[in-house]
């Protein structure tokens, strides 16, 4: 953008707004959304999901590259059984979802779906009740929020809420992953029998194994971000 253009768009923007005014129009939803901006780490973007999950009342649409912090997935099942329609879609890599938190969706009778992509389902937002839409850098875990330098918008915008849904829908349309079958003998077997080990010496916990595990499952899988 040349020198100065930024002001020319904000003079621009104002003489809409004016004109619009003047005509008695009322503004276009975009024009007139609320907005806040949370950052983390310990800056409120986790309790601002759980209040939006909290605050549903008829559907919560959820897209998420990583999911382990499972007081989020107990939110989603509370809203669950509140009555809300619940749809989640989660990246198919070691960092999709924790074991925990899909132990927690199974028992709440959540419907999982992880999809096959030739690269990574980076999503991280969630749509509530078609107005509201969480977006941003921030992952559904808790090292996003205790640790890393993440951002989380919340916006108040039923257009903007649209365009996400139907985001949301073309993502559940890709086809499911389904994780490859693996000989008895095979070299993943040894590599179980040694993970196997290194828990019961204490040198990894099971979640760290089960990790390493569904590395070796997708040996094609692009490096996810932490």
Known sequence: MRKGSGRWVGVLFTVLVLVQASWGLAAPDWLTLEAKVFFSPNGGCHDQVIAAMNGATRTLDMAAFSFSEDTIAVALVAAKQRGVAIRLVVDRGIYGLGKKVKETLD????????????????????????????????????????????????????????????????????????????????????????????????????????????????????????
């Open 107 to 226: 028992a709440g009778g959540i419907e999982i779906q992880i999809k096959k992509l030739s690269g990574l389902m980076h999503h991280k937002y969630i749509v509530v009740d078609g107005t509201t839409v969480l977006t941003g850098s921030f992952n559904f875990t808790g090292k996003a929020d205790k640790l890393n330098c993440e951002n989380l918008l919340v916006i108040h915008s039923g257009e903007l809420a649209r365009i996400y849904t139907a985001n949301f829908l073309t993502a559940r349309a890709l086809p499911p992953y389904v994780p490859p079958v693996v000989a008895p003998n095979s070299f993943l077997t040894r590599v179980k029998r040694e993970l196997r080990k290194w828990v019961a010496s204490g040198l990894i916990t099971q979640e760290q194994a089960d990790r390493i595990l569904a590395s070796y499952r997708t040996p094609e899988e692009p490096d996810p971000e932490p």
